[in-house]
């Protein structure tokens, strides 16, 4: 049918489907050879824009984001958000590093670092105003995420 042959020319190798804003490195340069680890850039896309409030790129045209995902390091968390947990900026920047090579090897490699700091974050986070109450939370939605996506990693090939 039609609407067969559109699917598959979407899916061929060299051709780029994807949005934008979330899109890997390589995704964006079509790489042949993408895995999970694309997933995980696009979880760092989605808890740097939690935490810090904005995406870590932007742009006036398509383009220009698409390029600054493949050329630019984003700004440090830290920058938009005081007193977030070093271990989850540093997991939120691997997660955005361009070298597929430099992020975690996995989902399940996330789960630890946002575990440890929900757990620290509930018990530091009582009786220290709104602000801290919105970095738990985006913590604890950060871990829903990865593991969603370690769920989906996981199932890939089932």
């Known amino acids: 049918s039609a609407d067969d042959l559109t699917r598959a020319r979407l899916t061929m190798p060299g051709t780029t489907v994807g949005t934008p804003a979330y899109m890997a490195p390589e995704q964006a340069a079509a790489d042949p050879d993408i ?16 935490l810090s409030g904005r995406p870590p790129f932007t742009g006036a045209t398509t383009q220009q984001v698409v390029a600054a995902h493949v050329s630019r390091a984003p700004e440090p968390l830290a920058k938009f958000r005081a007193g977030l947990p070093t271990a989850v900026e540093a997991l939120v920047m691997q997660c955005l590093e361009k070298d597929p090579a430099k992020r975690p090897r996995d989902a399940g490699a996330l789960l630890p670092v946002l575990e440890a700091a929900a757990t620290v974050g509930g018990a530091s986070a009582r009786g220290q ?3 801290s ?26």
């Open 133 to 158: 109450s919105w970095t738990w939370a985006s913590i604890a939605v950060a871990l829903a995420i990865a593991a969603v996506v370690a769920y989906f990693a996981m199932n890939r090939g089932t």
């Open 35 to 50: 895995d999970a680890r694309a997933d995980l850039y696009a979880f760092g896309v989605v808890a740097y824009e939690m």
């Open 129 to 131: 105003g709104r602000r």
